[in-house]
């Protein structure tokens, strides 16, 4: 059964950091491109950071510089580190394996 679940999002005060954590299920962890991904309401999904089953990593412009990915493939986890966040963060945060499945989502609410 495919399964990827998120968590670690919650609300924080902005300038402070969290940390999202998606574990995947086995059989597609180890084959696949890992990302995150945000949606703010209103806004289409966008790109935040892609990691290969290498730990070759990109990131979208959007936390460029404020973020990294990483994956622990002991774990079948990819991780979100987030830096330095601001209220525009404030989104639905997804894990994916790129291209064909994606979490449920988990909220990360930024305030000031």
């Known amino acids: 059964q495919v399964q990827l679940v998120e968590s670690g999002g919650g609300l924080v005060l902005a300038g402070r950091s969290l940390r999202l954590s998606c574990a995947a299920s086995?059989?597609?962890?180890?084959?696949?491109?890992m990302g995150w991904y945000r949606q703010a309401p209103g806004k289409q999904r966008e790109l935040v950071a892609r990691?290969?089953?290498?730990?070759?990593?990109n990131y979208g412009d959007s936390m460029k510089g404020r973020s990294t990915i990483s994956r622990d493939n002991a774990k079948n986890t990819v991780y979100l580190q987030m830096n330095n966040l601001k209220p525009e963060d404030t989104a639905v945060y997804y894990c994916?394996?790129?291209?064909?499945?994606w979490g449920q989502g988990i909220q990360v609410t930024v305030y000031s």
């Open positions: 994916a394996a790129i291209p064909d499945y």
């Open positions: 086995e059989t597609i962890f180890s084959r696949n491109l």
């Open positions: 990691i290969t089953n290498g730990g070759l990593t």
